[in-house]
Structures are given as structure tokens and as C-alpha cells.
């Protein structure tokens, strides 16, 4: 079975780093990418970025370039999302999603990491 | 910006309906990579149709997908009690190196 799951909800205080993960099992990780979604509150999904697995090669979306960074341990099947500095806007959920090229749908999801921002 | 979808729509069981998702010519209209997601409160989204008509394994035949011009649809037959979701569609979109963009979501409540 496809499994995507990801690391616990986390509070954490405006300017503080942070590193979330996403575990991949039952297929072979590093023959597809992971795409990291943001959800605020009452809002619809927005693209991250991805990285492609096989060779840590990444795309961010405009409005994450440069404050957010994609990485991944193929090692351990593990996929990392991290903010050096935390802003109180950052506050929402975030999904890791795989997929294998472009233009393929996100077919399997994880189960979402609650980050909370608060001084 | 975001694709444009109607911010809920209604039906009683046994009913059809049809969710609407409004692109540009740079994202819908171009490209036949349109999907549809259902989140249910608390979980992660489902993929229900992808490039643009296509059913993954699993996923019932009451769910059907189509396009026409920079417009995706959702339809739904026979609606039943656990279609009640928030549904959000999907698109490719080559205006950066890799980008894609979702709608801002429909609220489907069956009545």
C-alpha cells in the first residue's frame, strides 16, 4: 500500500527554523517527486514547489521562492520542507504529494503537518 | 491567481450536479492536465479525475470530468450522502518552469 506520512503538528514562534517531513512506503521513492502543498484556513490549495527525488533537482512556485527549502534523504525514503525563519503567515497546514513528471496528478497524499506560528 | 470555482453548490441524494472550474487560456485551455480533489473536513485531498476525464482505480463512474474552451467541469450522478466535501480542481500551468495552480474550491452539500 501507498503510503505518504508525514511528521507532527508543530508550534513554533515567529523568526524559529523548522523542517517538516514526509516518509514515502510502498513504491519505489525515488522514481517519482514530491510536491509540498500549503492550505490556510478557509482557502484552497496552493503549490509549493517539488522536488524530483532521483536527483534532489527542485522548482519552487513564486510566491515560496527563497523563503522556503525542499530537500530529501532517498536513504530513508524521506522528503523534507524547512523555513529558516518562520513569519506568523506561514501558520496553515501542509501537504507532501507525490507524482512522477509534470503534468502527472497528484495521486497520493499525506495526511497534512499543522503548523502553527505564534509569538 | 487562483482558477475560479462557485463557492457551493446543493443537491438532495439521487441527484446530479455540476461543479465549474474557470481557467485561463495559459493554464485549463491550453493544457489537458485538469484534476479534480475531494477533501473531506480533517483529510487529505483525494485525486477523483485527471487529465481532465480520467477515473484513478477505485473511484466511482458517478464521477465524470470534461472541458470545453478554458472551462473543466465536475459532474456528479446520483449524489449520495458522502459526496458532501469540499472539492477543488487542479491545472497545469507552463507560465515558470513548473507550475501548477488549484481552484479556490466548492463546497458540495447534499441536502
Known amino acids: 500500500e501507498v503510503q505518504l506520512v508525514q511528521s507532527g503538528a508543530e508550534v513554533k514562534k515567529p523568526g524559529e527554523s523548522l523542517r517538516i517531513s514526509c516518509k514515502g512506503s510502498?513504491?519505489?521513492?525515488?522514481?517519482?517527486?514530491i510536491s509540498w502543498v500549503r492550505q490556510m484556513p478557509g482557502k484552497g490549495p496552493e503549490w509549493m514547489g517539488r522536488i524530483d527525488l532521483s536527483d534532489s533537482y527542485t522548482n519552487y512556485g513564486p510566491s515560496f521562492q527563497g523563503h522556503v527549502t525542499l530537500s530529501s534523504d532517498k536513504s530513508i525514503n524521506t522528503a523534507f520542507l524547512q523555513w529558516s525563519s518562520l513569519k506568523a503567515s506561514d501558520a496553515a497546514m501542509y501537504y507532501c504529494?507525490?507524482?512522477?513528471?509534470?503534468?502527472?496528478?497528484?495521486?497520493?497524499w499525506g495526511q497534512g503537518t499543522l503548523v502553527t506560528v505564534s509569538s | 491567481s487562483a482558477l475560479t470555482q462557485p463557492r457551493s453548490v446543493s443537491g438532495s441524494p439521487g441527484q446530479s450536479l455540476t461543479i465549474s472550474c474557470t481557467g485561463t487560456s495559459s493554464d485549463v485551455g491550453d493544457y489537458n492536465y485538469v484534476s479534480w480533489y475531494q477533501q473531506h473536513p480533517g483529510k487529505a485531498p483525494k485525486l477523483m479525475i485527471y487529465d481532465v476525464s480520467k477515473r484513478p482505480s477505485g473511484v466511482p463512474d458517478r464521477f465524470s470530468g470534461s472541458k470545453s474552451g478554458n472551462t473543466a467541469s465536475l459532474s456528479i450522478s446520483g449524489l449520495q450522502a458522502e459526496d458532501e466535501a469540499e472539492y477543488y480542481c487542479y491545472s497545469y500551468a507552463d507560465n515558470y518552469t513548473f507550475f501548477v495552480i488549484f481552484g479556490g474550491g466548492t463546497q458540495l452539500t447534499v441536502l
Open positions: 510502498g513504491y519505489n521513492f525515488s522514481t517519482y517527486w
Open positions: 504529494a507525490r507524482h512522477t513528471t509534470v503534468t502527472t496528478p497528484f495521486d497520493h
